[in-house]
């Protein structure tokens, strides 16, 4: 499993990400409809899914490139949002913690795309996760990528240069080990409690019950 520990020689590093791949796939035919490129506050905004007032909140801690958070994503994922988050009852904030510096990268473009699209395409990058980020050219496989959600070339090296956001997103990183010692991906909060590790449906069945319980809700 992934941990803080192993990150990739730092984020200092993160400039080779934004210059890999020169610009290769420039010459792709643009997206139908263009997207314009979210500002700094609009990107940095809460990602989530399910009701605003829903009596449960899961905190999801996860990094793009890592294989367990995709296997949370694939496997366990889509039960939860079937009997908890459409029903009402829970509501799922995803949080930034990127492993990597590759993670750093496609999680800012993500987040880039604007709050109507950045959901569908984080859920995507996890779906293509062993294609993209195991490309001999990543920085162009995001770019394709990219372009399903109305964003071009200029827009990712403009998303990619944001030191404002990369800075926001490595800080709440930082915060978030301290806080809650978060080491691994995924890792998840609930009610204050850590859970660690890609768990089953069963597994989250059961806390989740406890927790809306607690609060009279179930």
Not at 13 to 40: D, H, K, N, Q, Y
Not at 120 to 137: G, K, P, V
Request: a negative charge; glycine letters at 6%; aromatic letters at 8%.
């Amino acid at each position: 499993m992934p941990t803080y520990a192993n990150t990739l020689r730092g984020f200092a590093l993160f400039a080779a990400i934004v210059s890999m791949g020169g610009g290769a796939l420039l010459g792709l035919s643009p997206a139908t409809v263009r997207a314009e490129v979210a500002s700094t506050n609009v990107a940095l905004s809460e990602m989530s899914i399910g009701k605003a007032d829903a009596p449960v909140v899961l905190h999801e801690y996860s990094s793009l490139t890592c294989p367990h958070c995709a296997a949370f994503h694939a496997d366990t994922l889509p039960a939860i949002k079937k009997e908890y988050v459409d029903t009402g009852k829970v509501r799922i904030v995803f949080h930034d913690f990127p492993l990597d510096n590759l993670a750093l990268a496609a999680l800012m473009i993500v987040r880039c795309s604007g709050p109507e699209r950045n959901i569908d395409f984080f859920n995507m990058l996890y779906e293509t996760q062993a294609d993209w980020s195991r490309a001999t050219n990543p920085r162009g496989a995001l770019v394709a990528l990219a372009r399903f959600y109305g964003m071009d070339g200029a827009d990712v090296n403009t998303c990619l240069t944001n030191e404002t956001m990369m800075n926001a997103i490595v800080e709440a990183r930082t915060s978030a080990t301290d806080l809650y010692k978060i080491e691994s991906t995924p890792s998840f909060i609930l009610d204050g409690n850590l859970i660690v590790g890609a768990q089953s449906f069963d597994a989250f069945k059961e806390k989740l019950d406890q927790a809306l319980a607690a609060k009279g809700a179930r």
